[in-house]
């Protein structure tokens, strides 16, 4: 099982220009030109057009994607930290007090005598958060840092991988944080958004087409979501987000409308792994059963070049990049999320567009009140 770890767009920011799914093309920022990659592997395998992330920024995003839960703690502190007025940041394994009580997924592989490996998330390098980590991390593999192009983070999981897969030592459970669609707005000399969020394509794409010409392509499968959707717009809800499926027995040119969640996802991955379920969220989430098939389909995937410049850099003076000067990027979600989407936003629309305001739908299933409930 490969986990891809990305961070925070929604779902018509990259697919809604795909006619197959429940797209908004006037929301599209980062379509087909920019991530050929991401929307070659919705076509190939499965167009998931209903995924939701449970999280609300990448401080409680990090918790539910390796927990199925973020803990009170978590929960409480946040919003405090992120509205500047105190509080730490540092809930991606700094702080004991974060952990869920019986800790993160890694934690459940220990205990299961399941093999693991972590490149980049929650670490870097060799330093790991968690004690679970320490000795599974990717030695190369740099944690969210928007100055390492994702190139990078490909190059390093490729040169474990090969390296681990010639001892037959591949471990049944890998994250991997490819990290760089979080853009770095349109901060001076920075990497332009567009070029970001290429990069990032073109990681994925290199992953997915290496893992898929290797040996164990046939026991392999790729879950692939966003940590948080960064409260960006989407014309369904700000929590819907790109996610993909990837795998010989995955379904190939499938759409599939089935409301799934970032627990939905992990859930899946526990009865891959043989997991209990982490939270009762995780345990009462849909698994991801209408994307696969019983019939392998091996075909390795080819993964498209990048079809803009990846390494073109801001060099505009306006207002949004007196705005970006302002915005701390050196951990994820430090800059204020609707600032950074706006200056995203201008940036492929125009210094004088306006954006949408983000998208809130409730999800609710009424009954029909009973004679008795008047009466109460």
């Given at each position: 099982?490969?986990?891809?770890?990305?961070?925070?767009?929604?779902?018509?920011?990259?697919?809604?220009?795909?006619p197959e799914g429940n797209?908004?093309t006037?929301?599209?920022?980062?379509?087909?030109?920019?991530?050929?990659?991401?929307?070659?592997i919705a076509?190939d395998?499965?167009?998931?057009?209903?995924?939701?992330?449970?999280?609300e920024?990448?401080?409680?995003?990090?918790?539910?994607s390796?927990?199925a839960?973020?803990?009170?703690?978590?929960?409480?502190?946040?919003?405090?930290?992120?509205?500047?007025?105190g509080?730490?940041t540092?809930?991606?394994?700094g702080?004991?007090?974060?952990?869920?009580?019986?800790g993160?997924?890694?934690?459940?592989?220990?205990?299961?005598?399941?093999?693991?490996?972590s490149?980049?998330?929650?670490?870097e390098?060799?330093?790991?958060?968690?004690?679970?980590?320490?000795?599974?991390m990717?030695?190369h593999?740099?944690?969210?840092?928007?100055?390492?192009?994702?190139?990078?983070?490909a190059?390093?999981w490729?040169h474990?991988?090969?390296?681990?897969?010639?001892?037959?030592?591949?471990?049944?459970?890998?994250t991997?944080?490819?990290?760089?669609?979080h853009?770095?707005?349109?901060?001076?000399?920075?990497?332009?958004?567009?070029a970001?969020?290429?990069?990032?394509?073109l990681?994925?794409?290199?992953?997915?087409?290496?893992l898929?010409?290797?040996?164990?392509w046939?026991?392999?499968?790729?879950f692939?979501?966003?940590?948080?959707?960064?409260?960006?717009p989407?014309?369904?809800?700000?929590?819907?987000?790109?996610?993909?499926?990837?795998?010989?027995?995955?379904?190939r040119?499938?759409?599939?409308?089935?409301?799934?969640?970032?627990?939905?996802f992990?859930?899946?991955?526990?009865l891959?792994?043989?997991?209990?379920?982490?939270s009762?969220?995780?345990?009462a989430?849909?698994?991801?059963?209408?994307c696969?098939?019983?019939?392998?389909?091996?075909t390795?995937?080819?993964?498209?070049?990048?079809?803009?410049?990846?390494?073109?850099?801001?060099?505009?003076?306006?207002?949004?990049?007196?705005?970006?000067?302002?915005?701390n990027?050196?951990?994820?979600?430090?800059?204020?999320?609707?600032?950074?989407?706006?200056v995203?936003?201008k940036y492929?629309?125009?210094?004088?567009?306006?954006?949408?305001?983000?998208?809130r739908?409730?999800f609710?299933?009424?009954?029909?009140?009973k004679?008795?409930?008047?009466?109460?």
């Amino acid at each position: 099982v490969f986990y891809i770890i990305k961070e925070n767009r929604t779902y018509d920011q990259v697919l809604g220009d795909m006619p197959e799914g429940n797209g908004d093309t006037s929301l599209c920022i980062f379509g087909k030109k920019v991530t050929p990659n991401h929307h070659a592997i919705a076509k190939d395998f499965v167009l998931l057009d209903n995924f939701y992330v449970d999280a609300e920024v990448s401080a409680d995003g990090h918790n539910w994607s390796m927990a199925a839960y973020a803990t009170d703690v978590v929960e409480k502190t946040w919003p405090t930290s992120y509205g500047n007025r105190g509080g730490s940041t540092s809930f991606e394994g700094g702080r004991v007090v974060t952990y869920p009580r019986d800790g993160f997924i890694w934690d459940y592989c220990k205990r299961a005598g399941i093999t693991y490996r972590s490149y980049g998330e929650f670490g870097e390098f060799n330093e790991a958060h968690l004690k679970s980590l320490k000795g599974h991390m990717g030695p190369h593999s740099p944690g969210f840092d928007m100055d390492v192009m994702d190139q990078v983070r490909a190059d390093a999981w490729e040169h474990d991988f090969d390296s681990l897969l010639t001892i037959k030592a591949v471990p049944q459970f890998n994250t991997l944080r490819i990290s760089n669609d979080h853009t770095s707005g349109q901060k001076k000399g920075k990497i332009s958004p567009i070029a970001a969020v290429a990069d990032n394509d073109l990681a994925v794409g290199r992953i997915i087409a290496h893992l898929s010409e290797s040996s164990i392509w046939k026991e392999s499968v790729v879950f692939i979501l966003e940590d948080d959707a960064q409260n960006g717009p989407d014309h369904v809800d700000a929590h819907r987000s790109p996610a993909f499926i990837v795998g010989p027995y995955v379904k190939r040119n499938a759409v599939v409308h089935t409301m799934y969640t970032t627990s939905g996802f992990l859930r899946t991955m526990e009865l891959i792994l043989g997991l209990p379920p982490m939270s009762q969220y995780d345990a009462a989430a849909m698994p991801l059963y209408e994307c696969f098939t019983s019939k392998a389909d091996v075909t390795p995937y080819k993964f498209k070049p990048a079809l803009v410049d990846i390494n073109n850099r801001n060099v505009a003076v306006n207002e949004s990049s007196k705005r970006s000067e302002k915005f701390n990027f050196a951990k994820e979600d430090a800059a204020p999320d609707l600032d950074l989407n706006e200056v995203v936003w201008k940036y492929v629309k125009g210094e004088n567009s306006v954006m949408p305001a983000p998208k809130r739908s409730a999800f609710v299933i009424l009954e029909k009140k009973k004679k008795k409930d008047d009466d109460d």
